[in-house]
């Protein structure tokens, strides 16, 4: 442990391979829908690979808000504390 | 009087005895308080176990039934769990303060009226906020006193409510409303000030992550759960509540994504996860309210788990924000385990605690044919996972390497995450464990290959979508802007002018007076005389010559007045 900067989990390489095995995961679980029978309530929510198309464009909606709401709520970190002279 | 003995008496006898006791004593107090408890919990058996009456009024200081049993166990648990965690590093009057504190949420949990429910609700507030000072830092003096005033406020609504009920309707029992009038509105408003519900949500994410590292595990646990309960018991279908349960989920979602400091991207996500709980307790199903109560059984050991180790690291580092920790696995690897393991629990990974709690919401919405809900659920799971699930672990455990080597957590803090870990597992393993002690009998099946699957794609994809969008999230030194702005900024502002032109009057006013009384001491001077040089007319040196006269002149008129 003395070379902690180049901790295995670290190394591009090993960063590449956790890419790919990710991505590997990510097709299998919705390869898998061509076997298991995901049951829709509502219509859309049965239709192949929802849960895959849903859940990325929910989130990249809600980063996105953040994002813009960030931009008129974000403050400097000593935003209050500026404002309390007589603390 | 009592049959039983209330365990909420034990937790605070216990609380007592921690201040009294020494050493090793002590500890014991700390983890078997909550394990006599436990016990003195699971002794009260259904209905109303002791009746008092108090100005009238059968007050019904125990009442037992499988729900709030449910809701009195996980809190005993939490204080045994919290107290492990925090035996050996926390003050004792932390401890002492964080048992009469669980103390309050075992008390509410078994009120069977009103009177008594507002009583420990009270007791809460005030061992709560002392827990928030126990910080230690002006910030977490301030946040508590902000803290302490937006709960006594919450409190006096919640009073005021409950006395129009009273005297409306002639009953204190606790027992299911709807928000119909200004009364049960009152109660409603008072219980969801708790609650973290808009637009105050501020307060929980202000106050908590100013407290000690052992604090908010405590903190994390009982108020808003103990609110979930009340909401349970008296608004259970009220539909005001799917609305505003949905507004805290996303709420909860959006501002951990803007924020920097990791115990506050916790703090956020509790209002994220209560808003699940709230919106399915205004579905008001009995498959809503069993995953209403699973959830927030199952939550409050996931969010335990994850501020023990937002905890840790903030013990050994001093640090807690994103941007100053990051690349802590190396050194930290059981907590960066428990961490993850708390991380996967809250998101509703398969296998976890979360899964087999948070779906229960999701098929209740389902099932009432709430299309809208279900799919604002389905997004929000997937968003948990942004914000907490790979977030928090992200950015504290992996990210940049901060060059910080900190030790990995004490071993009582370590047993305490590891519990934790295990039941987090457990339940999501083994759910019927949970499922035999909800408030209605089960009738679902949470590990179907459907149901499996759907929610990998949707958490999975919501971890391509983080790591993708990772750019967009570089932390930034920030806080975000909430209401609280508005008494903390704007009220404040306020003040200072009111203050300001009050005080600029009394000095235009004190000028005026200043001018007056001057022109007035002018005038006397003239007349009374002040000084030697100048006399007055009513101060002038008479000679005695002159006074003789018109003693004499007097005396004359007299005379003459006399005889005429």
Redesign the interface.
């Known amino acids: ?1 003395n070379d ?2 180049s ?1 295995w ?2 190394r591009p390489t090993t960063i590449r391979k956790l890419w790919w095995g ?1 991505s590997i ?2 097709a299998l ?2 390869a ?2 061509f076997f ?4 829709g ?2 219509g859309p ?1 049965g239709w192949f ?8 464009l ?10 813009g ?2 931009f ?6 000593g ?3 500026a ?2 002279d007589d ?1 | 009087m009592f049959e039983v003995l209330p365990p909420a008496l034990i937790m605070v006898m216990g609380a007592i005895l921690i201040g009294l006791a020494r050493g090793h004593w002590r500890s014991l107090v700390v983890l078997g308080t909550p394990l006599v408890t436990l016990w003195a919990i699971w002794q009260i058996p259904d209905g109303v176990v002791a009746t008092v009456t108090f100005l009238d009024y059968p007050i019904e200081p125990i009442e037992g039934s499988p729900l709030r049993r449910l809701f009195a166990t996980i809190f005993a648990l939490m204080a045994f769990g919290g107290g492990l965690y925090a035996f050996r590093q926390a003050k004792w009057y932390e401890l002492s303060a964080a048992l009469v504190y669980a103390a309050g949420a075992i008390g509410v949990s078994f009120a069977g009226d009103l009177i008594t429910l507002f009583l420990y609700w009270e007791l809460m507030a005030l061992f709560s906020t002392v827990v928030v000072w126990c910080g230690g830092t ?2 977490a003096r ?1 946040a508590g006193i902000r803290y302490a005033i937006m709960h006594l406020l919450g409190g006096v609504i919640l009073k005021v409510g409950i006395e129009g009920v009273v005297i409306h309707t002639g009953s204190i029992d606790v027992q299911p409303m709807l928000a119909t009038n200004f009364d049960t509105w009152m109660i409603l408003i008072g219980i969801l000030i708790n609650a973290a519900a808009p637009p105050v949500s501020a307060w929980l994410s202000d106050s908590y992550p100013e407290s000690s590292p052992t604090g908010s595990v405590f903190l994390s646990a009982f108020t808003t759960k103990t609110a979930v309960l009340a909401l349970i018991l008296l608004f259970p279908g009220e539909p005001v509540l799917i609305g505003i349960g949905l507004f805290m989920v ?1 709420y909860g ?3 951990a ?2 924020e ?1 400091d990791a115990r506050r991207i916790l703090a956020y996500s509790i209002v994220n996860q209560v808003g699940f709980m709230v919106c399915a307790i205004g579905i008001g199903t009995e498959m809503a309210l069993n995953g209403a109560a699973a959830h927030a059984f199952a939550h409050i050991l996931y969010k335990a788990l994850l501020f023990m180790s937002a905890g840790a690291v903030i013990y050994r580092t001093g640090f807690s924000k994103c941007t100053d920790l990051g ?1 802590l ?2 050194t930290m690897p059981l907590t960066a385990i428990c961490g993850i393991v708390g991380a996967l629990a809250i998101s509703g990974f398969p296998l976890t605690s979360g899964f087999t709690t948070k779906t229960m919401i999701s098929q209740a919405a ?1 099932d009432e044919n709430l ?1 809208f809900v ?2 604002m659920l ?2 929000a799971s ?2 948990v996972f ?2 907490a699930g790979i977030k928090f672990p992200w950015f504290v455990f ?1 990210q940049k ?1 901060s060059g910080l ?1 900190p030790k990995d957590a004490p071993w009582n803090m370590a047993a305490a995450m590891v519990l934790l870990s295990i039941l987090c597992l457990l339940l999501g393993v083994f759910p019927d464990l949970l499922y035999a002690y909800l408030p209605y009998p089960v009738d679902y099946v949470p590990y ?4 499996v ?14 790591f993708l ?1 990772l750019p ?2 570089k932390r ?7 209401t609280d702005w508005l008494w ?2 704007l009220l ?1 502002r306020i003040a200072r002018a009111v203050y300001a032109t009050v005080a600029s009057l009394g000095t235009a006013a004190q000028t005026r007076l200043g001018v007056g009384l001057d022109s007035l001491r002018t005038r006397a001077e003239a007349h009374f005389g002040a000084k030697l040089t100048r006399a007055g007319v009513f101060a002038r040196a008479w000679s005695i010559g002159t006074t003789a006269l018109w003693i004499a002149v007097l005396l004359t008129a007299y005379v003459l007045v006399y005889v005429l």
């Open positions: 442990m902690d900067n901790h989990l670290t990710f995961v990510l679980t919705v898998a829908q298991v029978y995901v049951k309530y509502f929510d690979g929802f849960g895959a198309v849903f859940g990325f929910s989130c990249l909606a809600m980063v996105l808000v953040a994002k709401l960030g008129f709520l974000k403050r400097d970190e935003y209050y504390a404002g309390d603390v | 002006p910030a301030a996303m979602i959006i501002y994504l803007l920097n690349g696995f190396r389902a299309v279900y799919f389905a997004a997937a968003g942004l914000h992996f390497d080597r179907t290959a459907g149901k699957l759907l929610y990998l794609q949707l958490l999975l994809f919501s971890g391509l979508a983080f969008l967009l999230m930034t030194l920030t806080i975000s802007l909430d903390r900024v404040s």
